[in-house]
């Protein structure tokens, strides 16, 4: 059975940091590009950060460059990302989500296997 399973988030001040994890079942890892999407109330699920299937290349949206991080962990089947100086803005549920397809993409159409997600909040 192929799975993503998130964990990780939580409820955190402005300035903090979280890492959120993202297990993979299922499916031959290396395959596959991964990447993290998210959701803010009331607004459209949007990307966030993918890393290539050879993990060479990674691309991060505009938003969270230079405060978030996309890591895999191979031995682990595991994608991270490294979220630092949290904003209020940045409050939403976290998905992950997996592709063939080569290359880096930000559109969510090309992910065909997806994870729950889990929520991060950010609050003082």
């Known amino acids: 059975q192929v799975q993503l399973v998130e964990s990780g988030g939580g409820l955190v001040q402005p300035g903090d940091s979280l890492r959120l994890s993202c297990v993979a079942s299922?499916?031959?890892?290396?395959?596959?590009?991964m990447a993290w999407f998210r959701r803010a109330p009331g607004k459209e699920r949007e990307f966030v950060a993918t890393?290539?299937?050879?993990?060479?290349?990674?691309l991060h949206a505009d938003s969270v460059k230079g405060r978030f991080t996309i890591l895999t962990t191979s031995a682990k089947n595991t994608v991270y990302l490294q979220m630092n100086a949290l904003k209020s803005e940045d409050t939403a549920v976290y998905y992950c989500?997996?592709?063939?397809?080569?290359?880096?993409?930000?559109?969510?159409?090309?992910?065909?296997?997806w994870g729950q997600g889990t929520q991060v909040t950010v609050s003082s």
């Open positions: 299922g499916l031959p890892f290396g395959d596959y590009a």
């Open positions: 989500a997996a592709t063939r397809m080569l290359g880096l993409s930000r559109y969510e159409s090309e992910y065909n296997i």
């Open positions: 890393v290539s299937s050879n993990r060479a290349s990674t």
